[in-house]
């Protein structure tokens, strides 16, 4: 007999992430949500993927500064493999996250319906930390492809945060309520 007492035990919560390649950002937070949410023992609960807004890096691993970032946090992002994203996949995904606000641009524009545009969401709104008075420059996770590995540690960082809220506020999700970012 099913567990109907226990949270979400039949929902299931796509979440895509996407920056520009696929390469840097996306990944890492793709592999921080999902050890994030199995550490939390809700990893079954979730469907977690990436993609970026160009092609440029299809098929590629993550950026090897990525990789080790991640490593050195506890994380094996080994497996990733880049893609692009594609504009059907907002009926597939309950969730489409953007890194930064150029994304969210992108992502807007490719929409076909309202109900898709509602699916799409700045990561860092996600962060507990941010405060509505946060300036919307601040939202960004910025691109560390062009930096060094410092950079790389701020945005693991930033991703970090923004993904611990994303999984706080998206426990009400698997009982069925809607989620707002914070």
């Known amino acids: 007999m099913p567990d109907h007492g226990s949270m979400a ?10 920056c520009s390649g696929n390469i840097c950002r996306s990944p890492m937070a793709e592999v921080v949500l999902r050890g994030l949410a199995d550490d939390a023992g809700l990893g079954r609960h979730f469907e977690i993927d990436s993609a970026g807004t ?15 970032v991640l490593s050195r946090a506890g994380f094996d992002g080994s497996a990733h493999r880049a893609r692009q994203f594609d504009p059907r996949w907002f009926l597939r995904r309950d969730m489409v996250i953007a890194l930064d606000r150029g994304h969210l641009r992108t992502l807007r524009s490719w929409v076909a319906s309202d109900a898709e545009r509602d699916r799409i969401q700045l ?15 601040e939202l960004d996770v910025p691109d560390p492809y062009y930096d060094g590995a410092d950079a790389f540690g701020n945005a ?27």
């Open 9 to 18: 035990s039949e929902r299931l919560l796509r979440i895509c992430f996407v």
């Open 54 to 68: 160009g092609d440029w890096h299809v098929g590629e691993r993550a950026d090897r500064r990525a990789l080790a």
């Open 123 to 137: 990561l860092r709104s996600f962060d507990l930390s941010v405060g509505a008075d946060t300036p919307p420059s």
């Open 156 to 182: 693991l960082d930033l991703i970090t945060a923004a993904c611990a809220g994303l999984l706080a506020t998206t426990r009400p999700r698997l009982d069925g309520r809607p989620v707002r970012a914070v």
